[in-house]
């Protein structure tokens, strides 16, 4: 199972829910929001305000994708304007494990993010604790980069420690995903597919995210049915109000 997670960095915040509602009649199934603080990368996005702006007008996942500084303060307030799965960069928690049991305690699917120079095996005593692993095709900071090829490897070797230990994590790849990379991130084994700037280019959403999900489709594997399924991970409890 294929998840677009089309990124709204690269929307017209103008016309925010128009955008959305593109994406999703073009196959987009998740959300992807990119927090920037200014501090973990050199870019400011935007906040819980905006997730919170977000929840009325999609049913669809909120995938918070958070690259900032100090995330344990923040949960909380993603976790309470309705983000569904929150993710944090490997490289900003001090104390991974905590971090992550932060996030499944406030009833938020836990992710776990690596940059480019951040290396799979640093990760694999809370693989058994995450629901995806995001693998960074691009330094963090900035839509619309070109897709770096050393995140391949790292797609197959995750996949293939996956099925070693068991496990039924989801692999979730983010920056430079478009139709001309889309099929080599798919055939290493990614099954979250991040795209900004390929989905919401020229305003056309609904037509891109279309054409980006059937290259994606055509370059799944046809043998080998993948070990985890949608329906393999426990869904978020529901929110508190
Ligand atoms: C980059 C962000 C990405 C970004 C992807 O720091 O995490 O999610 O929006 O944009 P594209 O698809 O344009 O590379
Ligand atoms: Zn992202």
Redesign the pocket.
């Known amino acids: 199972m294929l998840d677009l997670c089309f990124?709204i960095?690269a929307a017209d915040f103008a016309h925010l829910a128009d955008e959305v509602a593109a994406a999703t009649r073009g196959g987009g199934t998740i959300v992807?929001?990119?927090i920037m603080d200014g501090h973990f990368v050199p870019n400011i996005t935007f906040g819980p305000p905006v997730v919170k702006a977000l929840r009325p007008i999609t049913k669809l996942p909120l995938d918070c994708?958070l690259?900032i500084e100090d995330p344990d303060a923040y949960i909380p307030a993603f976790a309470a304007t309705g983000a569904d799965m929150i993710?944090v960069q490997q490289e900003a928690c001090r104390h991974l494990h905590r971090t992550l049991q932060h996030i499944i305690e406030h009833a938020c699917l836990p992710g776990v993010?690596i940059n480019p120079a951040t290396p799979v095996d640093s990760l694999i005593e809370v693989l058994p604790m995450v629901h995806h692993v995001?693998v960074?095709s691009v330094n963090?900071g900035f839509g619309g980069q070109q897709f770096l090829p050393l995140a391949l490897e790292k797609i197959a070797y995750l996949a293939a420690l996956r099925k070693e230990m068991g496990l039924n994590f989801r692999i979730e790849v983010?920056?430079g995903v478009d139709n001309d990379t889309v099929a080599s991130v798919v055939k290493a084994g990614a099954d979250m597919l991040?795209a900004?700037s390929a989905v919401f280019s020229g305003g056309k959403a609904e037509k891109n995210a279309r054409e980006l999900l059937r290259r994606a489709r055509a370059a799944e594997p046809k043998t080998e049915k993948p070990a985890h399924t949608a329906h393999s991970h426990p869904a978020p409890k529901a929110r508190k109000k």
């Open positions: 990124s960095l992807h929001v990119d994708h690259m993710s993010v995001l960074m963090p983010d920056g991040v900004g």
